[in-house]
């Protein structure tokens, strides 16, 4: 569960949310729910931990297990997730292989 103190700007209003009233909309609006490896509700801009160590194609590293990626947003896609990692543009990473923190 998100805390209150959480606030996502939203790209669609144009407006700082708090990450549980956007979320809400979101469910609303009939957007794609996306769920971590253990069920827990993803939402943009949450921290996750990678579960396995994964191989990154085309940039020669491997992240591993335990690894903590922040601020994930959403792709629209239930098993896809966009994020930022330190030396990697454009990482997608599969829902199935991280943890909410």
Do not use: P
């Amino acid at each position: 569960m998100q805390d209150s103190d959480d606030y996502i700007y939203d790209e669609a209003s144009g407006e700082w949310m708090s990450a549980a009233d956007l979320a809400h909309r979101n469910a609303q609006v009939g957007e794609v729910e996306v769920r971590d490896a253990v069920g827990n509700l993803l939402a943009d801009g949450d921290s996750v931990t990678l579960i396995k160590d994964l191989t990154v194609k085309g940039a020669n590293q491997t992240l591993k297990r335990g690894t903590v990626i922040k601020s994930i947003r959403l792709t629209g896609d239930a098993q896809e997730i966009d994020c930022r990692y330190d030396g990697i543009k454009g990482l997608v990473l599969r829902a199935e292989f991280v943890r909410k923190r």
